[in-house]
């Protein structure tokens, strides 16, 4: 597949007719894969009569329509995507795509509303269907050397304006009583993948749950901060190593939470200067879209787009899940 820029994409796609047969390239690179039976197979492509289909509403639609030749029924190349029986134009579908796909700090959604030409509510739906893309939804278990760190999303509570300033907290971990939203993140440290979860608390108790759901523990090793809570999750693994943030250790030798660090370190600069605040009950979607890109930081922007595209396949996502 040639490099993807913007520029490029304007060329390859000057009108959503072209949008179809960009997306089939990407999904389809040999054969039409019909979404209902799976069959792969050189299927019917309906030729359509005149400009293009009349749809239900009298419109013209330029959508490119197959038949299957195993189970005989009709499919697109959205079908049962995220793309799915959207109003909007593929065209801005494959645009916005990209940037979400290759900017690093993400994109917010009055920027897609500007820059598109679509509704607030529209440009917001999207991000949010391709941020559903973007999980990890068939995770195997991690494997290898894992480092465990937590930390808080959110606004400071005593600059609530109109609110009763809180009660400072004195002690080693006063976050630990904070009302911001705390997310544990694991990262592999032999591979690179990181894969991020809100939590109710940071209790030995929640963060050990959470570990043992991702983790291979009877084949991993672990590595933390002094953070009592990683105690009794450590001693049902391989090994457990730590690094005491109190005392001004940093890094020991290999043994380091580091690159939690930075990966938070950039995910809290990309919330404050892109999407400005999150809400708690949306923060998991996006944690999503930022373990994306950091997991496959190694590949360029083509590569990524490209599995994003396969990763729309079987996700067909209403209005109603992603608000509820």
């Known amino acids: 597949?040639?490099?993807?820029?913007?520029?490029?994409?304007?060329?390859?796609?000057?009108?959503?007719?072209?949008?179809?047969?960009?997306?089939?390239?990407?999904?389809?690179p040999n054969q039409p894969v019909c979404p209902h039976c799976g069959s792969i197979n050189d299927h019917y492509f309906l030729t359509p009569q005149g400009e293009g289909r009349q749809t239900r509403t009298g419109t013209i639609s330029t959508r490119r329509v197959w038949k299957c030749k195993d189970c005989r029924k009709q499919f697109s190349v959205t079908t049962g995507t995220i793309f799915h029986g959207t109003r909007v134009s593929l065209r801005v579908w494959i645009f916005v795509l990209f940037e979400m796909a290759a900017n690093k700090n993400g994109i917010a959604a009055r920027e897609i509303e500007r820059?598109?030409?679509v509704a607030p509510k529209t440009a917001w739906l999207m991000t949010q269907k391709i941020r559903e893309a973007m999980k990890n939804r068939a995770p195997g278990m991690m494997l290898g050397t894992i480092v465990a760190d937590e930390t808080w999303?959110?606004?400071?509570?005593?600059?609530?304006?109109?609110?009763?300033?809180?009660?400072r907290i004195v002690g080693k971990r006063p976050n630990m009583?904070?009302?911001?939203?705390?997310?544990?993140?694991?990262?592999?440290?032999?591979?690179?993948?990181?894969?991020?979860?809100?939590?109710?608390?940071?209790?030995?108790?929640?963060?050990?749950?959470?570990?043992?759901?991702?983790?291979?523990?009877a084949s991993s090793g672990l590595m933390t901060d002094e953070s009592s809570a990683y105690r009794q999750i450590?001693?049902?693994m391989v090994s457990h190593q730590a690094v005491n943030h109190s005392d001004g250790e940093y890094v020991r030798g290999e043994v380091s939470t580091n690159?939690?660090?930075?990966?938070?370190?950039?995910?809290?600069?990309?919330?404050?200067?892109t999407h400005h605040s999150i809400s708690k009950e949306h923060l998991n979607r996006y944690l999503g879209e930022f373990d994306f890109r950091y997991s496959t930081r190694d590949l360029d922007d083509t590569e990524r787009m490209g599995l994003l595209v396969d990763q729309t396949a079987g996700l067909r996502v209403s209005y109603k899940r992603i608000k509820r």
């Open 234 to 236: 450590g001693r049902e």
């Open 153 to 167: 999303i959110g606004g400071n509570p005593k600059n609530r304006h109109g609110e009763p300033k809180p009660e």
């Open 1 to 28: 597949m040639p490099r993807v820029t913007v520029t490029q994409l304007a060329k390859d796609i000057p009108d959503d007719d072209s949008a179809y047969q960009y997306l089939e390239k990407l999904r389809w």
């Open 259 to 273: 690159k939690l660090e930075n990966f938070f370190s950039q995910l809290k600069r990309s919330i404050d200067g």
């Open 115 to 117: 820059k598109y030409g």
């Open 177 to 217: 009583h904070t009302e911001k939203t705390p997310v544990l993140s694991l990262i592999n440290a032999d591979t690179g993948e990181i894969r991020s979860a809100v939590v109710t608390d940071v209790t030995g108790k929640t963060l050990g749950k959470v570990i043992r759901d991702q983790v291979n523990m």
